[in-house]
């Protein structure tokens, strides 16, 4: 008797791991058959260019805006901060180092998961439940070709370019702030930049902006490719879709920082 | 008792058959929905099959287009077994087919213009000329002019090009839907309830749409449906699909004669189509739940 509700209780306990090690698995087998699809002809440059659009160009404005605040407002706190020991000028370096390393990315990949991700989890379901995926299919178009592929390589390219674009945008802020409103001296902000700033650093968040941009695209794909159950599958689906972009973005940010300073080390400027 | 196939070579291609199905399983969770189907789909005719909700009608036409893959069984379109092809294989044997959906399925962000010719743009080297072997892309003033001639075809206004799915009515997205579904000359045409939702006077409509396809293209038709009116009304051979098998199939004059418990009541609660008499004694169940597959 006592064997039996052991047995169960350990079922109940190794559920929630089992159903995370299965949704891990079918995200692998989603991005192996993406790559598979993806150099498969035929190639559909003009779907390509459109999901481009929608993930990249179409964020420009809101990346544009919340880079702008970020290093508008972590320059104000540096400075409020560094001040204590005199040592304002380096708010600049610091900054871009932040910027370039971390914030860019982290902060591009979130506001592109909240935006595009959710929207193609929203469009992919909605498409999964009135059969229009089906449909695709019964045309003799693979739908991961069509619909997933795309999607993912839009996520893949314009993830880096748009969280480079929140570096420069975020240094913008930070300068404004700094010079123009803290009287930080112009010449020492950008020379302790110039100084502190290698390509290492730049190189570092580009390689973990591509990551979270294939990583949240192949799960907002996922969850919208699964959807089921109708107006509120499509919901759940959102939000998963977001939730779970949110998650493994910042939990991967913390490993592939761990892995980046351990084989790629900074030869100048701070380790 | 269940209906028994002739014993042939399915593997063999058939003038008389398009679709072979043997022993089709297909089990969703614990829910065991196809039992053991056996089904021929006859060559340029019109094949209806019959059954309760959620019997597993729409799940049987998934299978035939290699939407679904059975647990086991076979599925042999033209002596070739689909089920154990890849996703890439099987896209070759779905050119072969198109598909009507019970809500017509229209990519909602494109107008009716792009989803009509949304596979001709996809396999462009059809259409007009197609059989003349010269594989060239068709050019967007072809592709225009045969998404003109569908819908001059299926009694389409053309004002209707330019909108989108959501502005049509129920009716005309079916027809669009069906538009689409010719567009690359499918040697199989797959209906999945296609009168769901709409009046009588559209019902008989599509029908018609049905019977003069069938009777101008030539084309294999596989209409799944409820509705015994249009099912007498249009079927070549009609099949009943109850408890996951086929229980009877036939012409409707031997569907009118069947000695099938289920599949009189089925007929005649709907009150549209009278059957032949038969005395109560020599009616015969169908297989119940409890019983063994065969």
Redesign the interface.
């Known amino acids: 008797m006592w064997l039996e509700r052991l047995a169960r209780l350990c079922d109940r306990l190794w559920a929630p791991v089992l159903a995370f090690i299965e949704a891990v698995g079918e995200h692998v087998l989603l991005l192996g058959h993406t790559l598979l699809w993806l150099v498969?002809p035929?190639y559909r440059l003009g779907v390509l260019l459109e999901a481009m659009v929608f993930v990249g160009f179409e964020s420009l404005f809101i990346v544009g805006l919340i880079s702008l605040f970020v290093g508008a407002v972590f320059a104000l706190q540096l400075i409020s901060a560094l001040r204590t020991f005199q040592a304002e000028s380096f708010v600049g370096a610091t900054v871009a180092l932040a910027l370039t390393r971390e914030l860019a990315p982290v902060f591009t990949s979130i506001v592109i998961a909240a935006r595009a991700g959710a929207g193609m989890a929203t469009?992919l379901g909605?498409?999964r439940i009135?059969?229009?995926i089906?449909?695709l299919?019964?045309?003799?178009?693979?739908p991961i070709q069509y619909l997933v592929v795309p999607r993912v390589v839009a996520g893949v390219i314009m993830v880096p370019l748009l969280s480079m674009l929140f570096v420069a945008s975020g240094m913008l802020g930070a300068y404004v702030v700094a010079v123009g409103i803290q009287n930080v001296d112009r010449g020492v902000f950008i020379e302790n930049t110039r100084w502190f700033l290698d390509i290492n650093d730049i190189l570092q968040g580009l390689c973990k902006a591509t990551v979270f941009g294939l990583t949240l695209t192949l799960i907002s794909c996922y969850q919208g490719y699964h959807a089921r159950g109708g107006a509120k599958g499509v919901g759940v689906a959102t939000t998963r879709a977001v939730v779970g972009s949110f998650v493994t973005i910042l939990v991967l940010d913390y490993f592939l920082t761990d892995l980046w300073l351990t084989f790629f080390p900074k030869t100048r400027g701070p380790r | 008792m269940v209906w028994t196939p002739p014993a042939e070579d399915i593997f063999r291609r058939s003038e008389q058959w398009h679709v072979r199905i043997r022993g089709l399983h297909k089990t969703f969770g614990q829910h065991q929905v196809l039992r053991g189907v056996d089904l021929d789909i006859a060559r340029g005719k019109i094949n209806v099959i019959i059954g309760g909700s959620g019997q597993g009608k729409s799940v049987i036409i998934k299978h035939i287009i290699g939407l679904l893959k059975p647990d086991r069984g076979h599925i042999v379109v033209d002596g070739e077994d689909i089920v154990p092809m890849s996703e890439y294989q099987l896209n070759r044997v779905r050119r072969k087919f198109g598909m009507l959906f019970q809500y017509a399925a229209l990519f909602d962000s494109l107008t009716v213009e792009e989803n009509i010719l949304f596979p001709l743009i996809e396999h462009g080297l059809r259409g007009p000329g197609h059989n003349d072997g010269v594989r060239r892309r068709m050019s967007r003033a072809e592709m225009r002019q045969v998404a003109l001639e569908q819908m001059d075809k299926l009694r389409l206004p053309h004002v209707l090009l330019r909108k989108f799915p959501s502005e049509l009515s129920g009716g005309q997205r079916k027809r669009v839907g069906l538009a689409r579904a010719l567009v690359l000359r499918p040697e199989i045409l797959l209906y999945d309830e296609p009168t769901t939702g709409l009046d009588p006077v559209a019902t008989k409509n599509v029908d018609d749409m049905i019977r003069d396809i069938s009777q101008r293209e030539g084309v294999t038709s596989v209409v799944i449906s409820h509705d015994m009116a249009s099912t007498f009304r249009i079927g070549d051979r009609v099949s009943m699909l109850y408890e996951g098998r086929i229980v009877e199939s036939g012409t409707p004059d031997e569907i009118r004669r069947s000695r099938h418990r289920y599949l009189r009541l089925f007929v005649e609660t709907s009150g549209t189509v009278q059957l032949d008499p038969v005395p109560d004694s020599e009616l015969v169940d169908g297989d119940g739940p409890g019983e063994a597959p065969r």
């Open positions: 498969r035929p469009e909605s498409m009135t059969e229009q089906d449909a299919a019964t045309m003799a178009v693979n």
